[in-house]
Each structure stands twice: as structure tokens, then as C-alpha cells.
């Protein structure tokens, strides 16, 4: 049974900092690609970060650029996302999310989600 775990939210002031972490379990390939998507109240998901099986090819949403990291370690199966200078508007709910094989950054192009996990930013 394919599990995604998502934890490290919570809340925070603006200009702070905050790392999630989600850790995969039964999935049913090796090789993945790994991601962070996020919902606002009212907003629709939408793609914050990517990262390849190799950890060599990452992407990233140009709202986060330059302020979030992404990065993985396969030997757990376990993908980081480091958030720096928060802003009030990074407040949603961040969902880690996998797909097998071909690199992707649109919401409905992955098939395995985790619960989510909120993180509040205050001004």
C-alpha cells in the first residue's frame, strides 16, 4: 500500500523559516520523481517544487524561487522541503506527491498524494 507522509508544518512569522518532510512507502517502482504542491483557502493546487530521482534536475514554482529548496535522499525515500523568508501568502496546505519515471510539474500528472500538511504564515 503506497503511503505518503507529509510533516514540519506549522506555524510560523514572516520572514521565517520552516523544512517539511515527506517520506514514501510501498511504492511500486524504483525510480521517481518527487514533488511539493500546495493549496490555499479557495485557491486550487498548485506546483511549488520538483526533484528528480537523481536530485540533478530540480524545479520550482517562480513564487518560490530563490526562497525554497528541494532536495531528497533515496536511501529512505524521503523528500525535504526547506522554506526560507516565509511570506503570509505561502500560507496552504503543502501535499508531497510521486510519479514514476518522466519529470513533471502539473498538479493532475501525478497519481500519488500524500494528506497534506498545513503551514501558517503570520504578518
Known amino acids: 500500500q503506497v503511503q505518503l507522509v507529509e510533516s514540519g508544518g506549522g506555524l510560523v512569522q514572516a520572514g521565517g523559516s520552516r523544512r517539511l518532510v515527506c517520506t514514501a512507502s510501498g511504492l511500486p517502482f524504483n525510480n521517481f520523481i518527487m514533488a511539493w504542491f500546495r493549496q490555499a483557502p479557495g485557491k486550487e493546487r498548485e506546483f511549488v517544487a520538483a526533484i528528480a530521482w537523481s536530485g540533478g534536475r530540480k524545479d520550482y514554482a517562480e513564487s518560490v524561487k530563490g526562497r525554497f529548496t528541494i532536495s531528497r535522499i533515496n536511501s529512505n525515500d524521503t523528500m525535504y522541503l526547506q522554506m526560507n523568508s516565509l511570506k503570509p501568502g505561502d500560507t496552504a496546505v503543502y501535499y508531497c506527491?510521486?510519479?514514476?519515471?518522466?519529470?513533471?510539474?502539473?498538479?493532475?500528472?501525478?497519481?500519488?498524494w500524500g494528506q497534506g500538511t498545513q503551514d501558517t504564515v503570520s504578518s
Open positions: 506527491a510521486v510519479r514514476p519515471f518522466t519529470f513533471a510539474t502539473k498538479y493532475h500528472e501525478y497519481g500519488y
